[in-house]
């Protein structure tokens, strides 16, 4: 779903809630907007606008390299990888799914969606596959699909056999409106309907779940899901139009997706469009971040707190336990927690 850019200034200020931030450096900056992560060899992968891809490493932020994936100034907002290979989709009609060799970085298109309103909001490699998740077409037809290459050959399923509603579509904001488990795959959704859409991976049903989630127009909905397991989850979002506003914009699931609780509504510090349960912490701690703030909760989502004012992030990633990678407008920045 196409969504407004908003440019802010950069403000930062620190509060401690059960941990405290040890150190906080941009290791990279450009003008680029990122909003898509991969972590890989002790680097930091991403694209972008102007169809900039590139790396950056974690231990040392001058060895760095970026590349153009092609002539035309395209979008990326999607970024995946398998052991050999990185994937991503531009944003744009036709929909290039480009393969990018991890040691040459010698890239190839392997497919094209031509459709006129093929939107690529998500990807995601999960149980040796590739998820790919789009706007819907013309008939409302569900556009989620898997793909694999196999023998040099691009071989895909498409997983058509679901309506979705009029105006419900999903958000290109982190790449994270997609999250895997080992029984199921889970796609968040907003603008006229917030979903979950859940696929069993070992028979391919797939089932829809309403949610109290904010929704109702364009702008709102969920705009990020991170999943526990096959059981705790996590929905983040609001209205990218009105990013203080901060009702009915966090939800948690504990039974696989099917039923969500709102958490801390009215009491979060907004519009939100990443979220990332800490590893190995069971969805007890919890980063997510905004185009206005970093926040943390240490409680399974019930309550959070504003860590970081600073602005212009849309994207973050868990390096380690205590380490986060975040990107967004013109940046890529590393934060250390101490616990």
């Not at 290039?96 to 909001?121: C, E, G, P, R």
Request: aromatic share 12%; glycine share 8%.
């Amino acid at each position: 779903m196409k969504k407004l850019i908003t440019t802010t200034c950069l403000v930062i200020s620190f509060f401690s809630f059960g941990q405290e931030i040890e150190s906080f450096k941009e290791i990279y900056k450009d003008q680029i907007s990122i909003r898509a992560l991969e972590l890989h060899d002790g680097k930091v992968w991403y694209n972008g606008t102007d169809s900039k891809f590139g790396f950056v490493d974690l231990k040392n932020p001058e060895n760095k390299k970026q590349i153009a994936l092609s002539e035309k100034k395209l979008q990326f907002r999607t970024l995946a990888q398998d052991q050999n290979s990185f994937y991503t989709i531009n944003i744009e009609s036709p929909a290039q799914f480009f393969k990018i060799d991890k040691k040459s970085l010698k890239h190839q298109i392997v497919y094209q969606d031509t459709a006129k309103n093929a939107f690529y909001d998500a990807l995601y490699f999960h149980k040796n596959k590739f998820f790919a998740f789009s706007d819907p077409s013309e008939d409302l037809n569900l556009k989620l699909m898997d793909f694999k290459i196999v023998k040099g050959k691009f071989v895909t399923k498409k997983y058509p056999h679901l309506k979705m509603k009029i105006g419900e579509a999903a958000f290109a904001s982190s790449n994270t409106n997609i999250s895997g488990g080992e029984n199921f795959l889970w796609v968040a959704t907003g603008g006229n309907s917030s979903r979950i859409l859940r696929l069993n991976l070992k028979n391919d049903k797939l089932e829809a779940f309403e949610t109290p989630f904010v929704h109702g127009i364009s702008s709102q909905g969920i705009y990020s899901i991170d999943f526990s397991g096959d059981k705790f989850g996590i929905a983040v979002g609001g209205d990218y139009t009105k990013q203080n506003e901060n009702v009915n914009n966090i939800a948690t699931s504990t039974d696989a997706g099917k039923t969500w609780q709102i958490q801390a509504s009215g009491n979060n510090a907004g519009y939100t469009t990443c979220v990332k349960i800490k590893p190995n912490s069971k969805g007890k701690d919890i980063i997510s971040v905004g185009d206005q703030h970093i926040s943390y909760s240490s409680d399974f989502g019930k309550t959070w707190k504003k860590i970081s004012d600073e602005k212009g992030f849309y994207v973050c990633k868990w390096i380690d336990a205590n380490t986060i990678v975040f990107a967004g407008k013109d940046k890529i920045s590393v934060m250390k927690l101490s616990f």
